[in-house]
T-cell receptor, first 117, second 116 residues
Framework: EAGVAQSPRYKIIEKRQSVAFWCNPISGHATLYWYQQILGQGPKLLIQFQNNGVVDDSQLPKDRFSAERLKGVDSTLKIQPAKLEDSAVYLC???FGSGRGGQETQYFGPGTRLLVL | AQKITQTQPGMFVQEKEAVTLDCTYD???????LFWYKQPSSGEMIFLIY??????QNATEGRYSLNFQKARKSANLVISASQLGDSAMYFCAMREGRAAGNKLTFGGGTRVLVKP
């Protein structure tokens, strides 16, 4: 079974530029998550989709970050314009179920390492 | 207040020895789950082990076991017979019952270096 795919793996941009990351979850997984992991810290949830609807985007800086999952499968996270503090690893994860509780492990992709100069 | 605390920023362990990674958590929800993930230098988060708040027995998965002490709100990971490939960052995470969609809150991580 293929895992969570992400691209690109690395990206270097200058501040005020825009950038987009792509994620393809494990086939059949209803729930998709985007996390931001700043160097030396644990991942922090940015946004969560259940199928093609947003469940939680409370920690997404909406003035510059946007995300979509139009067909309930793959997803795109965009930053426009980027700031220096956006330098981080952006991790995508997916989970089979969509309900509350239970083990229902989240499976992560390899991440995209973003460096903003 | 921190919901997940990992007090050991880094530690060395001799190959073939056991190592315990500490994790304490804070929640008032009676239903929650605790996860441990491994993150090697490649960056991917690899699921290791899960413990539910109502589970009667400590979880085990191969060389990984979870020392769950509910009253103390701790969920320490024990890695037995350490291997060089165990060198990585280890993250403890919690899913709270009321959190819609199984949102995970992560600790700051512990870096483990296995010495030959």
């Amino acid at each position: 079974e293929a895992g969570v795919a992400q691209s690109p793996r690395y990206k270097i941009i200058e501040k005020r530029q825009s950038v987009a990351f792509w994620c393809n979850p494990i086939s059949g997984h209803a729930t998709l998550y985007w996390y931001q992991q700043i160097l030396g810290q644990g991942p922090k949830l940015l946004i969560q989709f259940q199928n093609n609807g947003v469940v939680d985007d409370s920690q997404l800086p909406k003035d510059r970050f946007s995300a979509e999952r139009l067909k309930g499968v793959d997803s795109t996270l965009k930053i426009q314009p980027a700031k220096l503090e956006d330098s981080a690893v952006y991790l995508c994860a997916s989970r089979f179920g969509s309900g509350r509780g239970g083990q229902e492990t989240q499976y992560f992709g390899p991440g995209t390492r973003l460096l903003v100069l | 207040a921190q919901k997940i605390t990992q007090t050991q920023p880094g530690m060395f362990v001799q190959e073939k020895e056991a190592v315990t990674l500490d994790c304490t958590y804070d929640t008032s929800d009676p239903s929650y789950g605790l996860f441990w993930y491994k993150q090697p230098s490649s960056g991917e988060m690899i699921f290791l082990i899960y413990q539910g708040s109502y589970d009667q027995q400590n979880a085990t998965e191969g060389r990984y076991s979870l020392n769950f002490q509910k009253a103390r709100k701790s969920a320490n990971l024990v890695i037995s017979a350490s291997q060089l490939g165990d060198s990585a960052m280890y993250f403890c995470a919690m899913r709270e019952g009321r959190a819609a969609g199984n949102k995970l809150t992560f600790g700051g991580g512990t870096r483990v270096l296995v010495k030959p």
